[in-house]
Each structure stands twice: as structure tokens, then as C-alpha cells.
């Protein structure tokens, strides 16, 4: 079976962050692909792109909101689908004479006008610059957030937000706090929220009285910046993070002294990182080598994958498959920011670079069958 081509389309201005979007709890079954993304110009007008893609047809259609606040920086949606027309952005604007990033609640409209401004649904209360956000991975009605103090769990109502908790970061991790990722854990009733400051990675049990003790500490596991975490969804200790060392390392949460494995398929800085959803075989990674990697990590994934590359070779009996890179996709010319997983369909992803290109890509047929046949 011959692979899809790429589906590729153009933003306005230049991007660098990309969401995926749950499907609606009450669509009639129709497997939709949704992808969420912002672009970043300070120039002009910034937009909030809503993409559908109908696999069947390869067709694209898309409603572009206006966002007025500011360039945005980083989007966040829940993959819950009570949540779908809510998402958060964090965008930068100017607050007496001096450049912050600030984080926002915005609700779509649903068959609005195209390049109508977006409903604010409310401003996170933040004393510093946000970095990022991230979703509970259940609840609809929850987020954290870093800024360049501390981090902060929020509840979410109709109209405003509520702080939950909060853990201050120490002054030697405020120091070097230019850019952060976030990271929650899906397993153990998802109370572990794994956070990068920089250099080092550690953990936030937010369960527990705020405490600056961590079940992980990773000091410049990566050498220099840490650009993004993502945890295993099959098995609850293991996540993966990537830097400018150009690789990705993935660890066991309960001895982290050394990672089980590292990958370099990049020859540049590594942005984005991600477990597919329900495969965690597959990773997808994403740099400023103005590539998109993805590729299989068998040898610590959940489940064995055999080597049936062979016509003649009976998958029962064939040698397990090695780790190795499955596909590299090279339809980007600018440093690819990131790369997310849809959440309707495990074998289709999008990824956004500067220039603000966003391609829409399939797994390979054959790495396909190959776990599907497991």
C-alpha cells in the first residue's frame, strides 16, 4: 500500500507553536483531525489557526481567529472533549515599557467569522513571564503553568481561573529559568507534574504541601537547555527529553542516574518530543535542522515489535526490531518548532516550522502494519 502524500499549508506570518485539538464529546463518530495553531509576528495582527483534516478526502479546511493580545509563543489544549472550545495561549506583550509574556483563556466560535477576534475568557494572574502551560491529562477543568518563579496548578470556571497550589522554584533554578517545558503525568491519578528550568529537570507531586524536594533531579541532563518532556503513556516511570546537545533521552523516573536510551537524529537543536498516544514504539521529534524524526524505540516500549521487514520471514519467529530511525520527513525549510501527535488518529501528526509551514504527515504504511500485526 503506497504511503499519503504530505498535506501541507501556509500561515500568514511565521509560527512556532502547534497544538493538537480533542475531538467533541458529542460529534456523531466521524474520526476528525483537529490541529490548533498560533503564528508569531510583531508587525501585524496574530492569528489562531483551526484546522480540520479529513483523511478520506486529504482536504483541509480552516477558520482563522484574530488574536490581538500579542504574538503568541505557546498554545495549549485539553485532551479532554468536554474542553474542546476552550484553549490557553501565551503571548507577548509590552507592560510598562518592558517585553512579558503573559498566559490567557481563550473560547472558539464555533461557524464564526472569519478573522473575528477570539472570546477571552480570562487573564492567568501571573507576577512573572509565563513560559508555558499544560493541561491536566483527564480533568478538563485544570492546568499548570510556569513563569520564572514558581509553578502554578489552576482551576478553571466559566469565567476565571482559581490557584490551587503553587511551588516557588529555588533562586539557583529562577536564575536560569529562560526557557521552561511542562509535562504531565497521566499515570499514579496524575499528580506528578514533570518541569524543565533550563539545565536541569525535576518533578512537582502536587498532592503534597509545597516542597522543594523532587522524586527526579536531573542536573544538564541534556548539557545545556532542555527544550521538551514528555512521559510515557504505557508505562508510568518512563518519560523522554531533548536539548541543544541534539538528542533524545529517555529515562526511567525511579533511577535516573543514567537514561535507558539516547537517540541522536538531529543535527541541530532538538525542539519538540512525543510519545504517539498509543504506540509509545513510535516517538516524534522535531529540530532546527528543518526536520521532522521519527522514529522507533522498541527496545523499551511496553510491547515487543518483531522484524517482518522480510516478505519471507514469519513474524512469530523473526528477531525482535531494533531502535532506529523509521522516517525522516524534509518538507520544512526553517527550524521546525513542533510536532504533535493528532489526537483522533495515531498514525497522522502535524508539524509547524518558523516560516510558518505547517505539514500534516502519516506514518509509514509498512512501520504501520508492522504494529498492527503485533
Not at 502524500?5 to 463518530?29: C, D, F, M, N, W
Not at 483551526?50 to 485539553?78: M, N, Q, R
Not at 522524586?215 to 532542555?226: A, D, R, T, W
Request: glycine fraction near 4%.
Amino acid at each position: 500500500m503506497a504511503d499519503r502524500p504530505p498535506v501541507i499549508y501556509g500561515l500568514e506570518y511565521q509560527g512556532r507553536t502547534l497544538t493538537a485539538r480533542a475531538l467533541a464529546a458529542k460529534s456523531s463518530g466521524d474520526d476528525k483531525i483537529f490541529f490548533l495553531c498560533g503564528t508569531q509576528s510583531l508587525r501585524y495582527e496574530n492569528q489562531v489557526h483551526l484546522l480540520e483534516y479529513d483523511e478520506d478526502t486529504g482536504v483541509l479546511d480552516k477558520v482563522v481567529f484574530a488574536h490581538p493580545a500579542g504574538e503568541i509563543w505557546h498554545i495549549s489544549t485539553s485532551s479532554n472533549a468536554n474542553a474542546m472550545d476552550i484553549f490557553c495561549t501565551c503571548y507577548g506583550k509590552f507592560v510598562d515599557g518592558k517585553s512579558v509574556v503573559c498566559a490567557a483563556m481563550w473560547r472558539l466560535k464555533e461557524g464564526g467569522v472569519e478573522h473575528a477576534p477570539l472570546d477571552q475568557v480570562c487573564e492567568l494572574p501571573h507576577a512573572g513571564s509565563v513560559r508555558c502551560t499544560c493541561w491536566h491529562p483527564d480533568l478538563a477543568d485544570q492546568l499548570v503553568s510556569i513563569d520564572d518563579k514558581k509553578l502554578t496548578s489552576w482551576k478553571i470556571t466559566e469565567s476565571d481561573v482559581k490557584e490551587l497550589s503553587h511551588l516557588v522554584l529555588d533562586e539557583k533554578t529562577q536564575s536560569q529559568s529562560t526557557y521552561s517545558a511542562l509535562c504531565w503525568n497521566c499515570h499514579h491519578v496524575c499528580s506528578q507534574v514533570l518541569y524543565s528550568t533550563d539545565l536541569s529537570i525535576r518533578s512537582w507531586d502536587i498532592r503534597e504541601k509545597p516542597s522543594k524536594q523532587s522524586s527526579v533531579n536531573l542536573e544538564q541532563p541534556h548539557g545545556s537547555c532542555v527544550r521538551s518532556l514528555d512521559f510515557n503513556p504505557n508505562k508510568p516511570q518512563n518519560f523522554a527529553s531533548c536539548g541543544d546537545d541534539c538528542t533524545v533521552k529517555f529515562w526511567d523516573a525511579r533511577k535516573s542516574d543514567q537514561p535507558l536510551l539516547v537517540q541522536r537524529n538531529h543535527s541541530h537543536w532538538i525542539w519538540s518530543v512525543q510519545y504517539n498516544h498509543a504506540h509509545d514504539q513510535l516517538v516524534l521529534t522535531s529540530g532546527s535542522d528543518c526536520q521532522v524524526v521519527l522514529a522507533r524505540v522498541v527496545s523499551i516500549a511496553s510491547e515487543p515489535l518483531k522484524n517482518t521487514d522480510d516478505d519471507d520471514t514469519d513474524a512469530a519467529t523473526s528477531p525482535p526490531a531494533k531502535d532506529d530511525v523509521v522516517h525522516v520527513y524534509q518538507e520544512h525549510e526553517d527550524s521546525v518548532y513542533s510536532a504533535k501527535w493528532s489526537f483522533s488518529d495515531a498514525w497522522v501528526f502535524a508539524s509547524l516550522s518558523y516560516d510558518g509551514r505547517l505539514v500534516i504527515s502519516h506514518v509509514p504504511s509498512s512501520e504501520k502494519y508492522r504494529i498492527l500485526t503485533l
